[in-house]
């Protein structure tokens, strides 16, 4: 669980905006255009819910390692974050289906 996020969110958190930003520059594009800020907005909203969830996925692979090794059940800790981990992933999925959308229609938005 944590090993995914490390190996295939982190590198997208780093390229998916640089490369971004590179296009944009290359094309003249301005950051102010209106589904671009948008986007970015949008992407730094997926980025401020995937934030607190690495943390949740590190303390609750320690948390099961814990009870497994221990032979015990998961904590309700364990339980409790596992459900601020799924609620902060609808906003950041939302977030990123947003940018998907705007990054492909590029419409008029104001």
């Known amino acids: 669980m944590v090993?995914?996020?490390?190996?295939?969110?982190?590198?997208n958190v780093?390229?998916?905006p640089v490369t971004g930003f590179a296009m944009a520059y290359l094309t003249?594009?301005?950051l102010s255009t209106p589904w671009l800020a948008?986007?970015?907005?949008l992407f730094v909203l997926?980025?401020?819910c995937w934030l607190p969830v690495v943390w949740l996925q590190i303390r609750m692979a320690a948390m099961a390692q814990e009870a497994a090794l221990m032979?015990?059940?998961?904590?309700?800790?364990y339980w409790r974050y596992a459900r601020w981990?799924?609620?902060?992933g609808y906003?950041?999925?939302v977030a990123m289906l947003g940018v998907f959308y705007l990054m492909v229609a590029k419409p008029t938005l104001f």
């Not at 032979?71 to 800790?77: H, I, T």
């Open 28 to 30: 003249g594009l301005p």
């Open 71 to 77: 032979g015990n059940k998961l904590p309700d800790a």
């Open 91 to 93: 906003p950041a999925f």
């Open 38 to 41: 948008s986007s970015i907005a």
């Open 14 to 16: 780093i390229l998916q």
């Open 3 to 11: 090993r995914a996020d490390w190996w295939f969110t982190t590198p």
């Open 46 to 48: 997926a980025g401020a």
């Open 85 to 88: 981990w799924e609620w902060l």
